[in-house]
């Protein structure tokens, strides 16, 4: 009975070891295992039993997770065989032909795909461009598109539109006296600036603005820099007064000039607001407080008082013409009634010196100046392109309106 068993037992074993392989009996192929190391050895069926009893000597049936390839060269071929597990099974030789063409996907972490920036830096590089674009019109036309110093200079400053003491952009029908003064100080700091030209074309304004610039007028001529004055179409009353003390007068022969005076007007409204039922009552600390009030006419005494005021802005007036033209008071006053002279005029009466256009004036502040050879010409507040880049006339005409209330509007009216 035992040794029924042990047949028994023993077919039962050699099924077993058969089964991993898919032996066919049928067949005269060898059988492919697996080996320790790099040992190749081919087990033939009647082996397998044998093996059985020796496990520790038979490295062919090591355990499935030991298992390596084998390599079996037959009839100068090369097979590769890999060993894979499942469950701890060994996987048969048909299973792994029917899997050859699987490739188990390989797990890889999920690719975040980056923003683009391009734009951005196009943004960041635009900017820059213009920034350094703007620097280098600035600088341009701070030197007049020369951008290399020269120590041979004559400066150019404009002098156009109504005289005004008040700082306001030049270029919008009105000139700053603080602006036109500021612009012939820098020119006497620069030690390059060997003349300075002042391109005037206004018919006047405000008597304090004409002064302001007389006095740096005859303060840069004084020192020792010729002063030219080059007049376009107009330059009288407030501008003739600044232009006086200069050491040459360039004039065109159709230019307007002259109108050496004072006037201050009123505006009596009374009538109108009787008319429309506009009554005032005025409470004051003196009689000639409300003196200018368009709401009334002049009193005897006010009128007296403006007709002082007058003369004494006039008398100024004409001293400071006849020192800047080395003329008399006398000679002064038998032309100041006033009247407007025209260029050809004014040099048959001593009040201009040449003519000529303002690159003629410019040729001779250079002469006057010493310098030799061809000028460098620095204009000081010239309108440039760094203007229109940075500043909207428009917006300035608003704010030049609201800042210059204070002078057309004033109840005192204008001493001009």
Wanted: glycine share 8%; hydrophobic share 35%; charged share 25%.
């Amino acid at each position: 009975m035992n040794g029924d068993n042990s047949n028994q037992k023993q077919e039962d074993d050699i099924d077993y070891h058969l089964y991993p392989y898919s032996y066919d009996e049928n067949e005269n192929d060898e059988i492919q295992t697996s080996v320790e190391f790099d040992n190749i050895e081919t087990k033939a069926p009647d082996d397998i039993a044998s093996a059985k009893n020796k496990p520790e000597e038979n490295s062919s049936f090591e355990s499935p997770a030991k298992r390596e390839t084998i390599n079996d060269t037959t009839n100068d071929e090369t097979v590769n065989t890999t060993p894979e597990t499942s469950n701890d099974k060994t996987i048969t030789e048909p299973k792994k032909e029917a899997m050859a063409g699987y490739n188990e996907p390989r797990r890889e972490p999920p690719v975040i795909k980056k923003k683009s920036r391009k734009w951005q830096y196009i943004g960041i590089v635009a900017v820059l461009l213009f920034i350094i674009g703007a620097t280098f019109a600035v600088i341009y036309g701070s030197f007049n598109g020369d951008i290399y110093s020269s120590n041979n200079k004559v400066a150019v400053i404009y002098v156009q539109g109504t005289l005004i003491t008040s700082s306001i952009p030049g270029g919008l029908g009105y000139v700053s006296s603080e602006e036109v003064s500021d612009n012939i100080r820098k020119a006497l700091r620069d030690e390059d600036v060997k003349a300075i030209v002042l391109r005037v074309n206004s018919g006047g304004g405000s008597s304090t603005a004409g002064e302001e610039i007389y006095s740096e007028v005859k303060k840069a001529s004084d020192s020792g820099v010729p002063v030219i004055i080059s007049m376009g179409d107009v330059a009288a009353s407030a501008a003739y007064h600044l232009s006086s003390p200069a050491d040459l007068i360039v004039a065109n022969p159709s230019t307007m000039t002259g109108s050496i005076g004072t006037i201050w007007t009123f505006q009596n409204l009374s009538g109108y607001y009787e008319n429309e039922g506009i009554d005032y009552y005025i409470v004051k600390s003196g009689e000639f407080k409300d003196m200018g009030g368009a709401w009334r006419g002049l009193s005897d005494d006010e009128k007296e008082y403006a007709n002082k005021v007058v003369a004494e802005v006039f008398g100024n007036f004409v001293r400071d013409v006849a020192e800047g033209r080395e003329m008399s008071v006398s000679e002064v006053k038998s032309l100041a009634d006033g009247r407007i002279y025209t260029g050809r005029e004014a040099k048959e009466l001593g009040l201009v010196d040449e003519f000529g256009n303002l690159y003629d004036a410019i040729d001779m502040a250079a002469e006057m100046g010493e310098i030799e050879g061809e000028p460098t010409i620095v204009y000081m507040n010239k309108p440039s392109l760094s203007s229109l880049l940075f500043g909207s006339e428009a917006e300035a005409t608003v704010s030049a309106e609201e800042f210059l209330r204070y002078y057309e509007e004033s109840p005192y009216g204008q001493i001009i």
